[in-house]
């Protein structure tokens, strides 16, 4: 089945009073590039989460975001017991034995609140059974990315495959002029010689119009391209994978459109070669995005 390397997942978990949301989201590459948008996976874990993601989404750039939407009443910042009692601790023993007096309870906590180190940012640190819950919605993203992938190639299948549908059905609009071209490219010849005065012999003369036809013959180039139309549908319905051999069948195919422009020498044949370019140029474009 088709699938395409564009695609976007989602999946979340709370743990604790906190929600996590985790998202994917890929476009195309040559290979599988993996960016982790997020400093809440372990450090230790990171290996195995990008084998996992490598294993099971292929190729593709491929971003993971991991929020946090802390509750309500759910403080980011908690406060060092330790830390403030020693500052208060500190302050006792300074004006012991003064003449200075400590202010209103209200006032002297409000102040110590703001010393340094009494605030703690509260820990991210995830136990292993949190990772588990985590690493498992992390998996759930990347399912759903899958079967984002796989709706998106279904649509990509169609359209490939109407293109390719299209060069094959062009080719025996070119046939049309086939004969009539040969007519004309011998009147043309045969108009230049009376113009120069030339009398050739004749037996020379058809040899020689013979050798220079057959250069000009377009019928192996149809024929290798209808096969190359006929392979690049084998893929699509047979290979599981078949983004970069497809590519390389759109090449072959170029080459064979080429090949038979540079030969047309008639002008509405090249017209129908142009609308052959024009749709395979947009299977190219298709071809980068396939899986």
């Not at 989602?10 to 599988?32: F, H, M, Q």
């Not at 023993?93 to 509260?122: F, I, N, Q, S, Y």
């Not at 120069?196 to 250069?215: G, V």
């Not at 209808?226 to 690049?232: A, G, K, N, S, T």
């Amino acid at each position: 089945m088709l699938k395409s390397m564009t695609g976007y997942g989602k999946a979340e978990c709370r743990l604790g009073p906190d929600k996590y949301l985790v998202e994917i989201r890929s476009v195309n590459g040559k290979t599988a590039d993996i960016t982790f948008k997020t400093q809440l996976i372990p450090r230790d874990k990171e290996p195995e989460v990008r084998k996992y993601l490598a294993d099971k989404l292929g190729r593709g750039n491929i971003d993971l975001f991991i929020t946090v939407e802390r509750s309500e009443g759910a403080a980011t910042k908690q406060i060092s017991r330790d830390n403030l009692l020693a500052y208060y601790d500190q302050l006792q023993k300074a004006v012991h034995g003064t003449d200075l007096e400590c202010c209103e309870p209200d006032t002297l906590l409000a102040a110590l609140m703001r010393l340094p180190d009494v605030l703690e940012t509260r820990s991210t640190e995830l136990s292993e059974t949190d990772w588990n819950q985590l690493y498992a919605a992390i998996r759930s993203a990347a399912d759903a990315l899958d079967d984002f992938r796989r709706r998106e190639g279904e649509s990509l299948r169609r359209d490939v495959l109407g293109q390719v549908d299209k060069i094959e059905s062009y080719i025996p609009e070119v046939e049309r002029y086939e004969r009539e071209r040969i007519t004309a490219i011998r009147e043309r010849i045969e108009a230049r010689l009376r113009e120069i005065a030339a009398s050739p012999d004749a037996n020379r003369l058809e040899q020689e119009m013979i050798f220079y036809l057959e250069k000009l013959d377009v019928n192996e180039e149809k024929v290798r391209l209808r096969q190359h139309c006929r392979y690049f549908r084998e893929t699509v319905e047979e290979e599981p994978l078949p983004g970069r051999k497809l590519g390389f069948i759109a090449q072959e195919m170029g080459r064979e459109i080429n090949t038979l422009g540079s030969k047309a020498n008639h002008a509405e044949i090249q017209k129908w070669v142009v609308k052959m370019k024009d749709e395979l140029e947009k299977i190219k474009e298709q071809s980068l995005n396939i899986l």
